[in-house]
Nanobody, 115 residues
C-alpha cells in the first residue's frame, strides 16, 4: 500500500521561503515520478511541479522561477522548495504519484502566506 506523508507547511510572510517534504513508502520509490499539487479554497487542485524517475523536473508557469523540486532516492523523499512566496501561494499542498494506474495522494500540508 502506497503511503505519502507531507510535512513542512506553515505560516510564512510574503517574500519568504518554505521547503516541503514528502516521505513515500510502499513503492519502489526510485522507479516513480513524483509530483506536488496544491488546492486553494474554492479552487481546483492544480499541478505545481513534477520530477521524473530520472530526475528531470518541471514547474508550473505560476511558480516558475520560484520553485525547485528535488528527490532523495536514498530517503524515499521528494522535496518542494518555494521562494519569494506570495499570498496567492496559500493552499494545501499535496504529494502525488501514479501507482498501478491510479493516483496516490498524501494528506496534504497547509501553506499560508500572510503578513
Amino acid at each position: 500500500q502506497v503511503q505519502l506523508v507531507e510535512s513542512g507547511g506553515g505560516l510564512v510572510q510574503p517574500g519568504g521561503s518554505l521547503r516541503l517534504s514528502c516521505a513515500a513508502s510502499g513503492i519502489a520509490f526510485i522507479l516513480y515520478a513524483m509530483s506536488w499539487y496544491r488546492q486553494a479554497p474554492g479552487k481546483q487542485r492544480e499541478l505545481v511541479a513534477t520530477i521524473t524517475s530520472s530526475g528531470s523536473t518541471n514547474c508550473a508557469d505560476s511558480v516558475n522561477g520560484r520553485c525547485t523540486i528535488s528527490r532523495d532516492n536514498a530517503k524515499n523523499t521528494v522535496y518542494l522548495q518555494m521562494n519569494n512566496l506570495k499570498p496567492e501561494d496559500t493552499a494545501v499542498y499535496y504529494c502525488n504519484t501514479v501507482y498501478r494506474g491510479r493516483d496516490a495522494w498524501g494528506q496534504g500540508t497547509q501553506v499560508t502566506v500572510s503578513s
